[in-house]
């Protein structure tokens, strides 16, 4: 299947400052990407969509400042989290979606544990 | 709102049983529906996708079934390992309107073999 990396795969950050996340497709062109975050034996709550050349369209209740996603290419997206808490420490998980499948499948990276101290 | 429940939440057994897992979602209007796996502190690996018009997909030991129009899903694993402990999560892709293609999770059921 198609293969999807994130960077970095853990981070620790003091509060206050910010963190960049990247998430890649390593095979395939995705135009579109998710992020996901989840907390501790939840399940993944879907953030934001990303979609290449234009602004990402974030679900209910997700503070667009605070949660940067830029996709600017057809292999890359980022999310940037502006003024880092330590509630925003979660893992946070990406997936792209590949349209030259089948079935327009979601591939999952491995995901990005950050810790706000 | 769709809306995707798993039973059990937590599941121990030992080395060798067959196993089930449910899967339930709220809205049939699916585009399909994909078991994944997630083992702790990494990301997903999916296992199982059944298309909307599809009753069943299998690989190896695992079988997963869809009842779209009763909203239902079952992971059938055979003969379990303690390699299978994991968290067994069902996802559903909307089939229709603005929102086409996002997933929606259930929480997961945590499976421990032992044994």
């Known amino acids: 299947g198609a293969v999807v990396s994130q960077h970095p795969s853990w981070v620790i950050c003091k509060s206050g400052t910010s963190v960049k996340i990247e998430c890649r497709s390593l095979d395939f062109q995705a135009t579109t990407m998710f992020w996901y975050r989840q907390f501790p034996k939840q399940s993944l709550m879907l953030m934001a969509t990303?979609?290449?050349?234009?602004?990402?369209?974030?679900e209910q209740g997700v503070e667009k400042d605070k949660f940067l996603i830029n996709h600017a290419s057809l292999t890359l997206s980022t999310l940037t989290v502006t003024s880092a808490h330590p509630e925003d420490s979660s893992f946070y998980i990406c997936?792209?979606?590949?349209?030259?499948?089948?079935?327009?499948?979601?591939?999952f990276g491995p995901g990005t544990r950050l810790t706000v101290l | 709102k769709q809306e995707v429940t798993q039973i059990p939440a937590a599941l121990s057994v030992p080395e060798g049983e067959n196993l089930v897992l449910n899967c339930s979602f709220t809205?049939?209007?699916?585009?399909?529906l994909q078991w994944f796996r997630q083992d702790p502190g990494k990301g997903l690996t999916s296992l199982l996708l059944?298309?909307?018009?599809?009753r069943e997909q299998t690989s190896g030991r695992l079988n997963a079934s869809l009842d779209k129009s009763s909203g239902r899903s079952t992971l059938y694993i055979a003969a379990s390992q303690p390699g299978d402990s994991a968290t067994y999560l069902c996802?559903?892709?909307?089939?229709?309107?603005?929102?086409?293609?996002?997933?929606?999770f259930g929480r997961g059921t945590q499976l421990t073999v032992w044994p």
């Open positions: 996802a559903v892709r909307r089939g229709r309107g603005s929102t086409l293609g996002r997933l929606y």
């Open positions: 990303s979609n290449e050349g234009s602004k990402a369209t974030y």
């Open positions: 997936s792209a979606r590949d349209l030259s499948g089948p079935y327009n499948e979601q591939f």
């Open positions: 809205d049939s209007a699916i585009y399909n």
């Open positions: 059944i298309q909307s018009s599809q």
